[in-house]
């Protein structure tokens, strides 16, 4: 990432400051600028979507009280385009499957940070992608941002 792209937005959704910090080094390490907030309850998580506009949500599965399906779950409601990946320590194999099909992009666990960079990558070409495919946003030529109109003859 260039010193002139802006800020990666990242909604962070986990109980554990220590492991934030640990991602955040890790898009840090990767060139990324972050912007972020990092949230732990339901009614912070809903506050956060309505009040500022995210690049994704990297998610914790298990969190007291709160957690990845019910976070999920209210995403889904709001229908916003952000892509969420869950980012934790072990989950057993049939939940990650269960997040997968109701709209989770990706499993990356904590022990495997690496990944995450990458993932991100994809996921925000991805949603790139998706909005030039619905007109949402316009394709300038070569494919970087939105298209200038066409110049006139006189």
Not at 86 to 100: C, D, N, Q
Not at 103 to 120: E, M, V
Not at 137 to 147: D, K, N, S, V, W
Request: charged residues 25%.
């Amino acid at each position: 990432m260039s010193a002139a792209s802006p800020p990666l937005r990242v909604l962070m959704v986990d109980d554990s400051p220590a492991d934030v910090d640990l991602i955040l080094r890790h898009l840090l390490r990767a060139g990324y600028r972050i912007e972020h907030q990092r949230v732990d309850r339901a009614d912070d998580f809903g506050a956060a979507l309505r009040e500022s506009r995210w690049d994704v949500i990297l998610c914790d599965y298990s969190i007291p009280g709160f957690g990845a399906h019910h976070a999920l779950a209210r995403l889904n409601a709001a229908t916003l385009p952000i892509p969420f990946i869950l980012v934790s320590g072990g989950i057993p194999s049939e939940h990650v499957v269960e997040l997968m099909r109701d709209g989770a992009r990706d499993y990356i666990p904590k022990s495997n940070l690496d990944r995450l960079p990458g993932a991100i990558r994809r996921e925000l070409a991805e949603k790139r992608r998706s909005l030039v495919g619905s007109g949402a946003l316009p394709l300038q030529a070569g494919g970087r941002g939105p298209r200038k109109p066409p110049r006139r003859r006189q």
